[in-house]
């Protein structure tokens, strides 16, 4: 192979850094075969002339062009980020690199800071150990130093995401989802009924890992046991009953204007409740195919505890029975009269039918108020 002229080599050396040093071989051969090649200047002509035309790895030769435009292109020459030896002003200081990147919680982020704090302090000089050193690809980096030069360190920092299938749940889709959760009158009883109410109301087909991962995590809602709640419920006497307070301030005035001397007017919550002892059949651990035997108490005795509480100074009186019934009632009403007969007491109590037996006789200074169903 032929040896370019020395006044020839001291301006064509300026380039050898665009290079490996096998690549930068075949690039002599490609230029001095160029000179050198009468006619057209094709890759086999030159190295032909070159005295190439028999290598065995002529063909390796047309990896590289004769064309001196595409060889020493902008794509390495015009563009300072991608060419080998970086060239890139980074106007943050090195400790200012440091403090950012210590900051960012993403790793996307860490990684494109890491890579001006490596060429602000001269670690790496070349795209090559950078993507060597960082494990991501010379495009990529490319892609960041670029990003940098054009937008600074803000637009280096933007995530600018857009991949990912999206969801088939829209939002409008989660929004009234959220409206029925949040409805205590209404809710769901399993993740399959959402199921079939997205599929009634939007069309869509939902799996239920899909609608399990939204409920639970996004919506932070679950399942919950409902609270028993009568079919008989009387919505207006709810409402009515909300009204409390207004009811007791005008039981007070009443008793007031019936008598010259009005008692305090002391307000209680009264409920019934039982209790005995009774065997618990749990389960056994036994063999396979062993049918596990257990002692079981067959007798139940139990009593009945029958309770008022004051909520507000916690003042309580209980009383014992054997049964629940409208006789153990009138002794309790009665004892809870003796016991508190300076004030006029409001029991508040539950629609139990023996609250409301006609052959009840009410003390006078007790009044029962029934709360609605």
């Not at 790793?107 to 795209?127: D, G, H, P, V």
């Not at 637009?155 to 829209?170: A, D, F, H, M």
């Not at 039981?251 to 009005?262: F, G, H, M, P, S």
């Not at 009269?337 to 609250?355: E, K, M, T």
Request: aromatic share 12%; proline share 3%; charged share 25%.
């Amino acid at each position: 192979m032929g040896v370019l002229p020395v006044d020839l080599m001291g301006i064509i050396e300026v380039f050898a850094p665009l290079f490996t040093k096998r690549v930068w071989r075949h690039v002599l051969v490609l230029l001095g075969g160029a000179i050198l090649a009468p006619g057209k200047r094709t890759v086999t002509a030159v190295l032909r002339v070159m005295g190439l035309g028999r290598e065995r790895c002529f063909h390796k030769h047309y990896h590289l062009r004769v064309d001196y435009v595409t060889i020493f292109s902008k794509y390495h020459l015009g563009d300072p980020v991608m060419s080998r030896l970086l060239h890139i002003e980074i106007q943050e200081s090195a400790e200012e690199l440091k403090r950012i990147m210590n900051e960012q919680i993403r790793a996307k982020f860490r990684e494109r800071i890491q890579i001006l704090y490596w060429i602000k302090t001269e670690l790496f000089n070349s795209l090559q150990e950078l993507a060597d050193h960082l494990g991501r690809s010379k495009s990529v980096i490319f892609k960041w130093l670029k990003e940098y030069r054009t937008h600074g360190l803000t637009g280096l920092l933007q995530w600018n995401y857009y991949g990912g299938r999206r969801s088939k749940i829209s939002e409008a889709m989660v929004a009234a989802l959220q409206i029925r959760l949040n409805d205590s009158t209404q809710g769901f009883h399993r993740y399959g009924e959402i199921q079939q109410w997205l599929l009634q109301e939007y069309e869509v087909d939902i799996p239920d890992a899909t609608v399990h991962q939204v409920v639970h995590y996004r919506l932070k809602a679950k399942l919950r046991v409902a609270r028993p709640t009568s079919i008989h419920r009387d919505e207006e006497a709810v409402v009515s009953f909300k009204k409390l307070s207004r009811q007791v301030e005008l039981i007070d005035v009443l008793q007031q204007a019936e008598k010259n001397t009005a008692r305090p007017l002391r307000y209680w919550s009264q409920d019934e409740s039982r209790f005995g002892l009774k065997t618990i059949t749990r389960r056994i651990l036994t063999g396979f195919g062993i049918k596990p035997v257990g002692s079981v108490q067959w007798n139940f005795q139990s009593f009945y505890l029958y309770g008022a509480v004051e909520p507000l100074s916690g003042e309580n009186f209980f009383l014992e029975f054997s049964h629940l019934n409208a006789d153990c009632f009138q002794l309790f009403l009665d004892e809870f009269s003796r016991a508190y007969p300076h004030s006029l007491n409001v029991i508040q109590l539950d629609n139990g039918r023996f609250h409301s037996a006609k052959n009840l006789a009410i003390p006078d200074n007790i009044v029962l108020l029934f709360q609605p169903p």
